[in-house]
């Protein structure tokens, strides 16, 4: 096994966590914040905007399984990576579109898969996805760990996250577990 982690804002974690659940080759999803200043903040801190940090996943994988640009082909393909600071009604920075990279390797992976749908028009718009590096890591409360996946009939779940988990499973099928 080649274990490795991938760090990912793209909105709500919830959204993320459960669709990275879900592939093949990932061991783990943690649901946490990153990219800030304040040390070890609480849910209510992130959400007011003033710590620096997104709401994002770490997501340890196989990569025997399942590659880093795997990871990043369904990161872009369930957020919208054109819109600063938001993802829908999530408005703010800590809902900012961010890849958090651990190593050379990964910066540049990032970057070309950037370029890539870039060259490729996939999006109606310049993507705004920052690429930096991992800095601190704190997982999110116990609380949301595994939340669509123990809240799928929760408001938001039901708005929100279900329909980007069923486009997911339709769009990324051949990645599932």
């Not at 974690?13 to 943690?30: H, I, P, R, T, Y």
């Not at 849910?43 to 007011?48: L, S, T, W």
């Not at 970057?111 to 800095?135: K, N, S």
Request: aromatic letters at 12%; charged letters at 25%.
């Amino acid at each position: 096994m080649d274990r490795r982690v991938a760090v990912l804002a793209g909105g709500c974690f919830w959204c993320l966590e459960a669709v990275f659940l879900e592939l093949k080759g990932v061991l783990s999803v943690e649901s946490g914040y990153c990219g800030g200043t304040l040390p070890d903040p609480s849910y209510e801190e992130v959400c007011g905007g003033r710590t620096g940090h997104a709401e994002a996943v770490r997501v340890e994988f196989d990569a025997q399984r399942i590659g880093y640009r795997d990871l990043l082909d369904v990161f872009f393909g369930i957020h919208d990576p054109t819109t600063p600071d938001r993802q829908g009604n999530d408005v703010g920075s800590q809902y900012r579109s961010a890849i958090f990279f651990v190593d050379e390797v990964q910066r540049r992976e990032a970057q070309e898969a950037i370029e890539r749908l870039e060259r490729e028009c996939v999006f109606d718009a310049r993507i705004v996805t920052q690429v930096v590096p991992l800095g601190r890591w704190y997982p999110a409360e116990p609380y949301h760990q595994r939340y669509f996946e123990r809240n799928p009939n929760q408001g938001y779940c039901s708005a929100v996250v279900s329909p980007k988990v069923a486009k997911f499973r339709k769009r990324f099928a051949h990645l599932r577990t």
